[in-house]
């Protein structure tokens, strides 16, 4: 008889209160009026009761909710995505001057099926979200839209406040975790990004608990740094259904704590770094703090 296989059980630090009260059910109702998906709901983030009920953020996630991709770690739906909606930009836009952000996250599911990625609504939605939020600040979440360099001009354009890519995990294990995606070419985007808009902060995110070393971390932060990346996040990888991968570890918050003074010696602007921090954690205090670290080392190199 096969031994049954083990699995890490999942500690103490990662239980989290759910609160619903009516100003997290109240955007919930608005964002399926709208027809709108949000990447909270669809990647099942531990932390959206926090920023919906608390914070009032959420990261929308635009050209639908089907990937073309089956990464082994997300879980968000796969198969043949609908048409593109051209009205979604403007939906988008709404729905952040309803909910009075300072800072939207737009993401998207990876549309390999389009020619430009998805790059041209990215864009609008940018644009749509900047005409009627001209205080708000706009970060963008995009897949590597298959490496093509024109996709990610037609994006950068657009002159996003942040430009924010994730590398995912260590290069070792990028061709298990990751469909149809490349460390390389993750690098390589980011690398373009800063080239094409050196005024605009890049940022990327790392998952750890899927068998990396803590010297495959630490390559992964010179990386990044390399190729000028100014924020990172790290964050414990949780499997979200039986299908995916299975974590391997459990990191404790004193390793999270250790990670993010690593990252900021090695010259990240911003840093966070915790058990359950997710790319768009906090992020309007990550795109704050980087900014006051920016300015105090070009004052100090003065």
């Known amino acids: 008889m096969a031994k ?3 699995h890490v059980r999942k ?3 990662l239980k989290i209160k759910l609160n619903t009260n009516e100003t997290y059910t109240g955007l919930k109702k608005m964002m399926r009026e709208k027809n709108l998906h949000t990447v909270c709901e669809e990647a099942r983030c531990p932390n959206i009761h ?12 635009i050209l639908g909710d089907v990937c073309t991709r089956a990464c082994r770690f997300c879980a968000v739906k796969t198969g043949l995505p609908s048409e593109l909606d051209l009205q979604e930009p403007e939906r988008v836009a709404e729905s952040v001057e309803v909910m009075g952000l300072k800072h939207a996250v737009i993401t998207a599911v990876a549309r390999d099926d389009l020619k430009d990625g998805g790059a041209a ?7 749509a979200v900047r005409r009627k939020n001209p205080f708000c600040t706009i970060e963008v979440l995009p897949s590597d839209m298959m490496g093509e ?6 994006l950068m354009d657009a002159r996003p406040n942040i430009l924010n890519h994730n590398i995912e995990t260590v290069r070792r294990l990028t061709p298990r975790v990751r469909a149809r995606a490349t460390y390389e070419r993750s690098l390589e985007f980011l690398r373009r990004a800063k080239e094409m808009h050196p005024d605009i902060p890049t940022k990327s995110s790392l998952m750890i608990g899927l068998g990396e070393t803590r010297e495959e971390i ?3 932060m010179d990386d990044l740094r390399a190729n000028n990346v100014n924020i990172m996040t790290i964050g414990q990888y949780l499997q979200p259904t039986k299908k995916h991968l299975k974590v391997q570890k ?10 993010k003074e690593i990252a900021l010696s090695k010259g990240f602007s911003h840093c966070e770094a915790g058990p359950l921090v ?7 205090e990550q795109v704050n703090e980087a900014q006051v670290r920016e300015e105090a080392k070009k004052a100090a190199s003065k």
Not at 53 to 59: C, E, L, M, S, Y
Not at 121 to 127: I, M, S, Y
Not at 250 to 259: K, R, V
């Open 4 to 6: 049954k296989e083990e």
């Open 11 to 13: 500690p103490d630090w």
């Open 50 to 61: 926090e920023c919906w009920a608390v914070r009032k953020t959420a990261t929308f996630m």
């Open 121 to 127: 609504v990215f864009a609008e939605t940018v644009r």
């Open 149 to 154: 360099y024109e996709n990610l001009k037609t």
């Open 218 to 220: 630490l390559e992964t």
């Open 250 to 259: 459990y990191y404790h918050p004193d390793e999270f704590a250790e990670l």
């Open 278 to 284: 997710r790319s768009s954690y906090h992020a309007d």
